[in-house]
């Protein structure tokens, strides 16, 4: 099992910027794809960035996509979300997830196993 611990969240007005980091401990970072969901009031979980073992392939949701940058960090066992040009819609709990098999559908939050505790954005107009 990995432990994620995510930070960085805050309230930020929009057009903003704000950089998420999530430290992981307990297994091999190196092992796992990370990802990023969202969940906002009355919404379900929606995915929002991957990133393969090696950082060198990363995917996105289309509501991100050229706004968000997903990097991490291999010797510090930490995986980043970048966020840029910050909207209202973008206001949610983000949570970070490691998966453990690289190909497929990274947005199916199912093959995720370990889950952070979220950390709360707030984006407001």
């Known amino acids: 099992q990995v432990q994620l611990v995510e930070s960085g969240g805050g309230l930020v007005q929009a057009g903003g910027s704000l950089r998420l980091s999530c430290a992981a401990s307990?297994?091999?970072?190196?092992?796992?794809?990370m990802g990023w969901f969202r969940q906002s009031p009355g919404k379900e979980r929606e995915f929002v960035a991957a990133i393969t073992r090696n950082g060198i392939n990363t995917y996105y949701a289309d509501s991100v996509k050229g706004r968000f940058a997903i990097s991490r960090d291999n010797v510090k066992n930490t995986v980043y979300l970048q966020m840029n040009s910050l909207k209202p819609e973008d206001t949610a709990v983000y949570y970070c997830?490691?998966?453990?098999?690289?190909?497929?559908?990274?947005?199916?939050?199912?093959?995720?196993?370990?889950w952070g505790q979220g950390t709360q954005v707030t984006v407001s107009s």
């Open positions: 307990g297994r091999t970072f190196s092992n796992y794809v």
């Open positions: 997830a490691t998966s453990r098999s690289e190909g497929g559908t990274y947005s199916y939050s199912g093959r995720y196993i370990d």
